[in-house]
């Protein structure tokens, strides 16, 4: 059957989104060097340079990376029109995003202030011009889709959080001002602005088209991003006036209303099969779900370092895991859909196009998986149990992510040898 | 009987985009196809247009989304279609 109808109008060339898809797991690969090789006096608080820089891998290296690739991808297709100038704009936004975040994220690790401001420099100049243009079609878009809204609202979010970045980088220069704040404001429009309501977005759209599971409740796709993003307005008045109501509470509940709801469709699914993408999936639920209750109740426990364990679950259990599945999923589809269009647009090349699970076969991404979860379990052990060696996670957590970045280079590898053979053949 | 059913509704992106695909290019004069699926399948509509398709898409009794897709310029599908289609509510996405 012919596929080249399968229109390719929206879909950006496999050059512009993959590039960052392959990128990103390094810098999960350097963050878990970095508390392989660490002293115990990196763990000490979550202000220490080291575990500045840690974050600052996970946040702007692995799902800033992935989510600014991914959003470039997905626009266009959801909006049903390409983005302004996407070829040129992706080429430069990524050597500018990548150069920012290496520089600030070096200048946290060496506490080096002109490092701090060159890297935040760029950054904000990428996310302006990614902003500008993601929003313009955003805001041109007529579609009411759930989806689109979450992403309107995230990367209104995502300029936020730049924003107050900059603003605390200028102001001090360089020299972070950690307990400030205007720090506060700026996690928690990075988290949860940026990060979860744009997760949420988009589960949305992929949680039933590859998980086969029911659409999310209709009250739940258009109320939670508009309500979890007025929320964090008020949480961020409240230094300012009377805290009228706990809304930092309300946050919590938002966060936890989506993560059962997530695990109650993935209950529900159709057809019961094994599905790598949907074990990352739950993990991550389960871990969002648990990074609440520390949050909420930790205090009770002595002895748990709960902002560092808060942080652990929100970001590598949470939303590492929730991307990292994904990326099993956008990234064959991406290699199918673009070798189908190319070899039957050439119309002579009698091979086979794989398909999307032998892109990146289920197996290895299997193996990953258990490194993954395996990695995330003695990480946490390590920061509750004192006998646990944080090494042995961050060991583990290495491996995955090396074999996240060789299972997804496969899949580039396979296009590259299928493009090549049907080079040859039609030759 | 001028109707195909095909229920993609247990099958995994992008299988149910490629059976409509497939199965619309296959309609006979007359015939429409009834697609019927979990979600609503945003990426088949530019082309169903791109390839002289009509589609009318509604909330299904058993599928959470069905949609009804018949030749440009076959009057007898198109009619049989959307006299089935007006049996169910038009689609919103709310």
Known sequence: ?427 | MPERVLDVSELEAPEPLLRAIETVQTLEPGEFLRFCHRMKPCHLYRFLDENGFHADTRHGNDYECEVFIWRDGDEVAAGEAQELAAELRAWSEG
């Open chain 1, 1 to 427: 059957m012919n596929y080249t109808a399968l229109s390719l109008n929206q879909t950006p060339p496999l050059s512009v989104p993959l590039p960052y898809f392959l990128a990103a797991p390094l810098f999960a690969a350097v963050a878990a060097m970095g508390l392989l090789f660490a002293g115990p006096e990196f763990l000490a608080s979550r202000w220490t340079p080291g575990m500045l820089a840690l974050t600052h891998l996970l946040t702007v290296g692995f799902l800033g990376t992935t989510m600014l690739g991914a959003m470039q991808q997905l626009v266009p297709v959801l909006v049903g029109v390409p983005l302004p100038s996407q070829r040129a704009v992706a080429y430069l936004l990524f050597p500018l995003w990548i150069a920012g975040a290496c520089l600030l994220i070096l200048g946290m690790g060496r506490a080096t202030p002109v490092m701090v401001q060159s890297g935040g420099a760029l950054l904000a100049l990428a996310v302006g011009v990614f902003v500008l243009l993601v929003g313009y079609s955003l805001w041109r878009s007529s579609s009411r889709h759930a989806t689109v809204r979450s992403m309107a609202l995230a990367i209104a979010a995502l300029a936020v959080t730049v924003s107050l970045a900059l603003y605390l980088i200028l102001s001090f220069s360089g020299q972070l001002p950690l307990a400030h704040p205007l720090t506060g404001l700026h996690i928690g429009w990075g988290s949860i602005g940026w990060v979860f309501i744009l997760l949420a977005g988009v589960a949305y759209q992929v949680v039933p088209m590859f998980q086969i599971t029911p659409e999310y409740p209709l009250t739940l796709r258009k109320w939670l991003a508009p309500a979890v993003w007025g929320i964090l307005v008020l949480w961020s008045l409240q230094g300012f006036f009377a805290p009228l109501i706990h809304s930092a509470w309300l946050l919590a509940a938002g966060l936890v209303v989506f993560a059962l709801q997530t695990l109650r469709l993935q209950a529900r699914r159709r057809r019961k099969l094994a599905d790598v993408t949907l074990d990352f999936w739950r993990l991550a639920m389960v871990s969002l779900t648990l990074s609440v209750l520390v949050w909420a109740f930790g205090q009770r426990f002595s002895g748990i370092p709960v902002e560092l364990l808060v942080g652990l679950l929100f970001f590598v259990g949470f939303a590492l895991s929730a991307v990292n599945g994904m990326l099993y999923k956008i990234v064959p589809f991406l290699i199918w859909l673009h070798l189908n269009n190319r070899l039957q647009q050439a119309g002579q090349w009698q091979g086979k196009v794989p398909n999307m699970k032998q892109v990146v076969p289920e197996r290895h991404a299997r193996w990953q998986f258990r490194l993954h979860v395996s990695a995330q379990f003695l990480l946490i052990a390590g920061l509750v149990i004192p006998v646990v060696p944080i090494q042995a996670g961050a060991a583990l957590w290495l491996l995955s992510s090396l074999a996240l970045g060789w299972n997804l280079t496969g899949a580039l590898r396979l296009y590259l040898r299928i493009a090549k053979e049907s080079r040859q053949a039609m030759a």
